[in-house]
């Protein structure tokens, strides 16, 4: 039965075969990560089989809004690279796809079913439904409406109250549905109530919006969190009372954290835009993502995204919590960075650097010169952010260090000041000052001087980088140039004979 005859009305055409998945996100904020892994999914099910990937707002809680997090949904879903064919800004034969453009399709079915006794006009105040709460806590009772407007006759409808409209929910039997990745889930409908599907201020309620939506545009699978399963019996009946056919139902397993705890700020459950501000690569990103439920052959862990597509199934989705570890992640981060071009990492570090290097350093950047610094720390990056701290001191004049950094735990003062002095004596008559001249020149420095090698190139690594963690030195030494290294050896100097000074 399909009820209705409003020109919005669709027909029942899940079963012309073209997969339609939506995501569904409420603008409530930057989405984090777990909310992304369900645009994910999604996304990779629609690709693979050539189907439609829809993007819905559901933006009907306008106490929950926040201004400007529509922008930033299509905008994290862009860098990860999940273009959607319908849905804001796209546009498609289905919309509008934002559930507030939609309002007088919820009101319509509300009314219906209202007329057809499958759901009724509520005028209880908001006080008392507050107090009926109370006293179902006090009690240790289930929450739940208490259904006294159910059996109200229309001759005792309160004037000039606004009502909401309520589900009328089967008191008794049980309400079961199939998810295509747990299998027969069943709820009795003894332990839901009468919920509510209009507002009183004509705005539809979650359940509502979202089942209308899903028939009306058409979705054949849909895909979400599994923190929506006790939702969807609710789903199933409205779908029942409405006589539509309902679609198939996939909810994703449970993300949790490395400790098995649910997933927390703690655990890296921040915003996807956070992780691209990290600088997480957005295809790095995806892999980690796509194996949070996913797995190819539960060994395979770097695949590309047309790869994942490729293969991409509700099979091998597990029932089993996902353990999101941050350490993968910047694991695997780092192997993405460790296979881009020289040029690719290049232009992917100019934005960290421009943002995070002191004001001091001259802008523009020297494309040239970034590129001979990204090679340097290509291998040492776990996120493009680590760039600024490894490399500032290729851009700054003045370093700014603690003299104890040039001692090291053990150098002797007079033994750092001689062997400054020795590496600068060395260093003058350099005919070419390339890493390989400069390691010939310095490594036999450290037995003349009866001192480690690796004491000897550490005082030398803080005196020309300020750092005690570097690019290599020489190479680094080579491309900071003669005159500067020279010139922050002498100053390096400097320090140890002042302090060798005051103390004798
Ligand atoms: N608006 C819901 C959310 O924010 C959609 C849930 C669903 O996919 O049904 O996640
Ligand atoms: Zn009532």
Redesign the pocket.
């Known amino acids: 039965m399909i009820i209705g005859n409003g020109n919005w009305i669709g027909s029942i055409t899940a079963g012309s075969g073209l997969v339609r998945v939506?995501?569904?996100?409420?603008p409530?904020g930057s989405p984090h990560v777990g909310?992304i892994r369900?645009a994910l999914f999604n996304w990779l099910f629609a690709r693979h089989h050539g189907g439609r990937f829809i993007l819905?707002i559901?933006d009907t809680d306008a106490a929950r809004k926040i201004e400007g997090a529509e922008e930033e949904i299509m905008e994290s879903l862009r860098w990860l690279g999940l273009d959607w064919d319908e849905g804001p800004v796209v546009g498609g034969d289905f919309g509008p796809y934002r559930q507030s453009e939609r309002l007088s399709i919820y009101q319509d079915m509300a009314r219906r079913l209202a007329e057809e006794d499958k759901a009724y006009y509520c005028y209880c105040s908001t006080e008392r439904l507050a107090e009926m709460r109370a006293q179902q806590a006090k009690e240790k009772r289930p929450p739940g409406y208490d259904r006294r407007c159910r059996e109200l006759p229309p001759s005792q409808r309160p004037a000039g109250i606004p009502p909401l409209v309520r589900y009328k929910m089967p008191v008794e039997g049980k309400t079961t549905f199939h998810d295509l990745i747990r299998g027969d889930v069943t709820f009795d409908n003894a332990v839901l109530d009468d919920f509510v599907i209009l507002k009183s201020d004509g705005y539809p309620t979650?359940h509502l919006a979202?089942v209308v939506d899903?028939y009306l545009m058409e979705i054949t699978h849909?895909?979400?969190?599994d923190?929506?399963i006790p939702?969807t019996p609710r789903?199933l009946l409205l779908y029942e009372a409405c006589g539509w056919r309902p679609p198939l139902f996939v909810h994703l397993p449970i993300i949790l954290g490395p400790d098995r705890a649910k997933l927390s700020k703690r655990h890296g459950a921040t915003s996807l835009a956070a992780y691209r501000d990290q600088g997480y690569l957005p295809e790095a990103m995806l892999n980690f993502l796509a194996l949070l439920g996913w797995s190819l052959d539960d060994k395979t862990e770097v695949l590309t995204k047309e790869d994942i597509v490729r293969h991409f199934s509700l099979e091998r989705v597990g029932k089993t919590a996902a353990i999101f570890s941050l350490e993968k992640l910047d694991w695997m981060n780092g192997l993405y960075i460790r296979h881009l071009g020289a040029e690719d990492l290049r232009d992917r570090l100019m934005p960290f650097l421009d943002k995070g290097l002191p004001p001091e350093a001259p802008r523009p950047l020297s494309p040239g010169y970034v590129l001979a610094i990204a090679s340097l720390v290509q291998e040492r990056l776990k996120k493009l952010s680590d760039v600024v701290e490894l490399t500032d001191f290729f851009f700054v004049d003045d370093l700014s260090y603690d003299v104890s950094l040039l001692l090291g735990k053990s150098l002797k003062r007079d033994l750092a000041s001689q062997a400054l002095e020795l590496s600068i004596q060395r260093l003058k008559p350099m005919a070419v000052f390339d890493a390989h001249s400069l390691e010939e020149t310095l490594r036999p420095l450290a037995a003349d001087l009866g001192l480690k090698t690796g004491a000897f190139f550490g005082l030398l690594r803080a005196a020309v980088t300020g750092r005690a963690v570097t690019p290599p030195l020489f190479e680094s030494m080579a491309l900071l140039g003669r005159e500067r290294v020279m010139d922050r050896l002498e100053q390096a100097l400097g320090r140890v004979k002042a302090i060798l000074g005051l103390t004798g």
Request: proline share 5%.
């Open positions: 939506r995501y569904a996100p409420s409530t909310n369900t819905r559901e979650y979202n899903d849909v895909m979400r969190a923190e929506w939702s789903h």
